[in-house]
């Protein structure tokens, strides 16, 4: 089994910054990929950035130049850092990850999701 535990979330004013975290534990072989996702009220979950094993990044485009995706090795761990923020970004974040388990199996784990509201 492998789970996801994620954290960082909470209120903050425009233009503030907010540092997410998702720690990924259990059963592991290998992570392949690490990822945020969020969703608004009314909205479809949209990807916002992701990080491949050789380093790439993915972001969108509507965070580009204010979210940084990094990750921690040797912590399994995936973090968001959230500069500039607006009041569009506001939604729940869900740290999603592409994993190999022991058993050889890849599959993709979800972590419960934290909230982050941006307004003044």
């Known amino acids: 089994q492998v789970q996801l535990v994620e954290s960082g979330g909470g209120l903050v004013q425009p233009g503030g910054s907010l540092r997410l975290s998702c720690a990924a534990s259990g059963s592991i072989f290998s992570i392949n990929a690490m990822g945020w996702y969020r969703q608004a009220p009314g909205n479809q979950r949209e990807l916002v950035a992701a990080?491949?094993?050789?380093?790439?990044?993915n972001y969108a485009d509507s965070v580009k130049g204010r979210f940084t995706i990094s990750r921690d090795n040797a912590k399994n761990t995936v973090y968001l850092q959230m500069n500039s923020l607006k009041p569009e970004d506001t939604a729940v974040y869900h740290c999603?990850?592409?994993?190999?388990?022991?058993?050889?199996?890849?599959?993709?784990?979800w972590g419960q999701g934290t909230q982050v509201t941006v307004s003044s």
């Open positions: 990080i491949i094993s050789d380093g790439s990044t």
């Open positions: 999603s990850s592409r994993i190999t388990g022991t058993d050889g199996y890849e599959l993709y784990y």
